[in-house]
């Protein structure tokens, strides 16, 4: 059998979703830890794997692929008895979640990665904190939160595209969303907290994918828990 | 047969994309221009096209769709007869393509239509400019076309992915580095000047898709002839 190795750091948003697939539906794989706050990423060896130095990256057998939907798709389409809700066969049904995952690249993706980027994460990649450049990120991620809440979440079922079940894209924008634990948590709920519907849809999201989904966000909240625990420690009270 | 109707304003790259292909494949087509310099993307009437208030957008007969990557890949999916390497059917081959087409919206894409924006058009639209955003976007630009010289050009053929033939992925990529048309000279000779696979591959990009390209590409140009006119005349001679 081909093996399929996944090159992944669980802090990765982009990562969770393609290791998230795999565990719903039965495929095996090897995971090759990339922990990118220690820059394994910039590694010679890693530019083997993935030149763009981000994660995930896949090699299944000979096979090398970067960027998390394509990685999805190709996965959905390559392996055998993949349920048709995931990545749909109709044209239709096809060209939308198409859509959806194309909308996504530059709206909440750009404005939840950003915010946390400039806002907090920076300084762990080197950069200087961007105030600037984070409230104009939080304005695309708002507006990103909105257009779920009011448009792609209509319909009859409780997924995005109105769907009775999930697709590889609620998988890739619910793992998005779950970056936000990151936020302090008054500013998570100042965001997310006028959007019932998507507050309801993460829920759903969350049961269908149960027991998976907590086990692979669990090194995500070790990670936070870590961070804020850092932050504690570097915050000397004043004298 | 079912009306394809293109919603496109040709100052818009991805709108350019998605015309160029139609026309390369013979698909007939409605085109509704949908001025964006005048604000007719927001309008309610275009809302109901595309609620995303952006160009381009189809309707083919009842059904709608926007993201210029998901209308190519339907287009090369519902109409018979599109030549394979336009969006191959190849598993490992369609997946490259998926990966190449996500990886623009972050990179190429981003830092192209970000310097632009934050350099150039912001005040068309109502928004200052923004000399730090510019720059961040430059870089995004300059590391984006050091990518497509040194590893997406890659192969014996003379296009992305080192294939043959062009994908919808040459059409989307090279619309976006025609946009860079809209900086004076010397900024995009020095841009794209040290990118010389770049810049041989832009040309067998045009003369593969002759003589549609430069007719495409006519109403883009006579946009910024008229922009460097304004320009002219609202720099008065110091007195």
Redesign the interface.
């Known amino acids: 059998m081909t093996t399929l190795k996944i090159y992944a750091d669980r802090v990765s948003q982009p990562a969770r979703a393609v290791i998230l697939f795999c565990r719903l539906n039965g495929i095996e794989f090897e995971e090759v830890e990339i922990d990118i706050f220690k820059g394994v990423h910039l590694s010679p060896e890693y530019k083997e794997i993935n030149?763009?130095e981000q994660v995930p990256a896949i090699v299944h057998g000979e096979?090398k692929?970067?960027?998390?939907?394509?990685i999805l798709?190709?996965l959905a389409?390559?392996f055998p008895g993949i349920a048709d809700h995931w990545y749909p066969a109709d044209?239709?049904k096809?060209?939308?979640t198409?859509?959806l995952?194309?909308?996504h690249?530059?709206n909440l993706?750009?404005g939840a990665m950003g915010y946390l980027l400039h806002l907090k994460l920076a300084p762990l990649f080197g950069v200087p904190l961007n105030p600037?450049?984070a409230a104009?990120c939080r304005r695309i991620l708002e507006a990103s939160l909105w257009?779920i809440d009011s448009?792609w979440l209509q319909g009859t079922g409780n997924f995005l595209l109105g769907n009775d079940r999930p697709s590889i894209a609620d998988l890739s924008l619910v793992s998005e969303i779950m970056q936000l634990q990151m936020l302090e948590e008054d500013d998570r709920n100042q965001i997310v907290g006028p959007f019932k519907k998507v507050q309801q849809w993460i829920e759903d999201v969350k049961n269908a994918t149960q027991p998976h989904f907590d086990d692979i966000h669990a090194v995500l909240f070790e990670a936070i828990a870590k961070m804020k625990e850092q932050q504690a420690n570097s915050s000397v009270p004043g004298s």
């Open positions: 030149p763009m096979f692929l970067f960027e998390s939907h394509a798709i190709y389409s390559a044209l239709f096809r060209a939308k198409h859509s995952l194309d909308w690249h530059n993706r750009r600037q450049a104009e257009r448009f």
